[in-house]
């Protein structure tokens, strides 16, 4: 395993992190494969293992925590989240100094750990002041219950004005960004990146497979998959237009003169950035995770950079006057 340090903290997380996000845990059958997963992930010295407190209601904490339990947690990098609903009250959601101060505490006990050494804001909440939030996360790190702070889908206007407020009051600093990134989703390389490298932020994208959109498995002119998240999710079902799965075949011609397949080429694609801390993938058994492991050892030649930008037609932002 290769490790990185998240930006310029002294936090070393593994190039690849385990994620929780489509983590089926509805039978004991799926759990077991969950628990092979995770298991294995371990042993090829993944350390960093992602969850958030909305995912499942809370079930995929409960099982991660349950899993992790056999493993020594000073090896872990052990993150989860906190914006979206919970519960049915009114402050069952959002920013908040209440409902922040809660759901950790709640995490905790899922995930049987007495801290989190990462804790997300999943998303911004444009009903809380930002002191407010900022302050609360900083007051967790002195109390010990969250080595660092970060946050994911915040625009860089967003991340800066965090990062102002923090400065004039003194807090613990900001960490962490966790935003969506993939061949078919590169926003974060128009401005986003730059800003985090500027404050030494560390950048772990989710979704570096575009939701199973780069694995090959969904092709022009064959039905999907049975089984698929593609058969019951409309998100991903939404993504499987003619356009885009005509890019997957040139992709997947790429990936095969590299003698290798689409999704470890979309991942070592992904990590070819220094500014990457590391990649978050999702594995619903383990055959999928050790082929996601390959992407570690893949060199992909420049050449083909240059022609992944022609084929979806990317150029970072720039607007000249004069």
Request: net charge neutral.
């Amino acid at each position: 395993m290769k490790y990185r340090h998240l930006g310029k903290s002294g936090l070393r997380v593994s190039e690849l992190a385990l994620g929780s996000w489509m983590t089926d845990v509805s039978d004991s059958a799926k759990q077991d494969l969950a628990a092979q997963s995770i298991k294995l992930a371990y042993e090829k010295g993944i350390n960093f293992f992602d969850c958030a407190d909305a995912y499942s209601g809370g079930a995929a904490e409960r099982f991660l925590g349950k899993t992790l339990k056999q493993f020594p947690r000073k090896e872990l990098v052990v993150s989860s989240k906190v914006f979206f609903p919970t519960g049915d009250g009114v402050n069952d959601r959002g920013l908040s100094r209440k409902h922040i101060t809660e759901s950790v505490d709640q995490s905790l006990t899922n995930l049987q750990t007495d801290y989190l050494d990462l804790y997300f804001c999943h998303r911004f909440d444009p009903e809380t002041p930002l002191a407010e939030t900022l302050s609360t996360l900083s007051g967790l790190v002195d109390q010990g219950k969250i080595l660092y702070y970060g946050v994911s889908e915040w625009r860089p206007v967003q991340i800066l004005e965090a990062q102002l407020i923090i400065q004039e009051r003194g807090l613990h600093p900001l960490t962490v960004v966790q935003p969506q990134y993939n061949m078919f989703d590169r926003y974060v390389e128009h401005e986003l990146l730059d800003v985090c490298e500027k404050l030494g932020l560390g950048v772990v994208p989710f979704s570096p497979l575009s939701q199973g959109l780069l694995t090959g498995k969904y092709r022009k002119g064959q039905p999907i998959p049975a089984g698929s998240r593609a058969t019951y999710q409309g998100q991903i079902k939404a993504l499987l237009t003619d356009d885009n799965l005509d890019k997957v075949e040139e992709l997947i011609k790429m990936a095969q003169e590299l003698d290798t397949d689409l999704a470890t080429f979309a991942l070592a694609w992904g990590l070819r950035d220094s500014r990457i801390s590391s990649l978050i993938t999702g594995a619903s058994k383990p055959a999928q995770l050790q082929n996601n492991l390959k992407a570690l050892d893949l060199e992909i030649p420049a050449e083909y950079y240059q022609r992944i930008d022609r084929l979806f037609g990317f150029k970072k932002f720039s607007r000249q006057i004069g």
